[in-house]
C-alpha cells in the first residue's frame, strides 16, 4: 500500500480557498487517491477521488500533476463547519483483490471566523 | 434513515468482561468492516466481510471476533475486554462493484474499559 505525507494541520479564515497537498511517491500503476473528512465525534465521510487531472464535484476539487506522486485538495471558500481533519487514501479501487483503505494521521483544518 | 447504524453508541465496562457491539447497514452494500480509532485519531481497520465473508483480517488480538449474520450486519464480539481495547470502533460499509473507494461510516461507538 502506498504511503501518504500530509501536513498536520492547517488554519484558514473564513471564506478562504484551502489547498491540502498529499504526497505519494510510491503510488501504484492501479491506485487510486482519494480523499476523506472526519468530523469530531463522527466517522469519516467520502469527499473525492481521482486517478489522474482534475476532478471537481459540489464539495471539492481534486487535482493530481501527470507523475501522481502528489495530488491536492482543494475546498473553495471555507466556512468554520469545514472544520475537520481530511484524510489522503491512496489504494486500488473495490474489486481489485483485498483492496482496503488505510487511513493516515490526517490534516486537521481549523477554519478561524 | 440512517444508512450506518451502530449500538451503543457509549460502552463503559470493567476490564475481564465480554462485550458486544452490533452494526446494521441499509444500503444494500455487499461489504462492511470495523475500524478502530484510538485516543491518537489514528483509524486502523480490523476486519472486513464480503458477503459474509471474512476478506480482510488484520493483525488484532482473538479476543476480538467478528460475527455477520447477513450482508447487512456484522457485530463486533470482544471478549476479555482490556484497557487498550478503549477506543472508538466504527463500522463501515461499501458496495464493492461501485468503482470507488467509499466507504459508509456509522457514528461509532465509543468503548471504556475501567
Known amino acids: 500500500l502506498a504511503k501518504t505525507t500530509q501536513p498536520i494541520s492547517m488554519d484558514s479564515y473564513e471564506g478562504q480557498e484551502v489547498n491540502i497537498t498529499c504526497s505519494h511517491n510510491?503510488?501504484?500503476?492501479?491506485?487510486?487517491i482519494t480523499w476523506y473528512q472526519q468530523f469530531p465525534s463522527q466517522g469519516p465521510r467520502f469527499i473525492i477521488q481521482?486517478?489522474?487531472t482534475k476532478v471537481t464535484n459540489e464539495v471539492a476539487s481534486l487535482f493530481i500533476p501527470a507523475d501522481r506522486k502528489s495530488s491536492t485538495l482543494s475546498l473553495p471558500r471555507v466556512s468554520l463547519s469545514d472544520t475537520a481533519v481530511y484524510y489522503c487514501?491512496?489504494?486500488?479501487?473495490?474489486?481489485?483483490?483485498?483492496?482496503?483503505?488505510?487511513f493516515g494521521k490526517g490534516t486537521k483544518l481549523s477554519v478561524i471566523p | 434513515d440512517t444508512a450506518v447504524s451502530q449500538t451503543p453508541k457509549y460502552l463503559v465496562t470493567q476490564m475481564g468482561n465480554d462485550k458486544s457491539i452490533k452494526c446494521e447497514q441499509n444500503l444494500g452494500h455487499d461489504t462492511m468492516y470495523w475500524y478502530k480509532q484510538d485516543s491518537k485519531k489514528f483509524l486502523k481497520i480490523m476486519f472486513s466481510?464480503?458477503?459474509?465473508?471474512?476478506?480482510i483480517n488484520e493483525t488484532v488480538p482473538n479476543r476480538f471476533s467478528p460475527k455477520s449474520p447477513d450482508k447487512a450486519h456484522l457485530n463486533l464480539h470482544i471478549n476479555s475486554l482490556e484497557l487498550g481495547d478503549s477506543a472508538v470502533y466504527f463500522c463501515?460499509?461499501?458496495?464493492?462493484?461501485?468503482?470507488?473507494?467509499?466507504?459508509?461510516f456509522g457514528p461509532g461507538t465509543r468503548l471504556t474499559v475501567l
Open positions: 510510491n503510488i501504484a500503476t492501479n491506485d487510486y
Open positions: 463501515a460499509s461499501s458496495l464493492l462493484t461501485s468503482g470507488r473507494n467509499e466507504q459508509f
Open positions: 466481510y464480503n458477503n459474509k465473508e471474512l476478506i
Open positions: 481521482g486517478y489522474k
Open positions: 487514501l491512496v489504494g486500488e479501487n473495490p474489486g481489485a483483490g483485498s483492496y482496503q483503505l488505510t
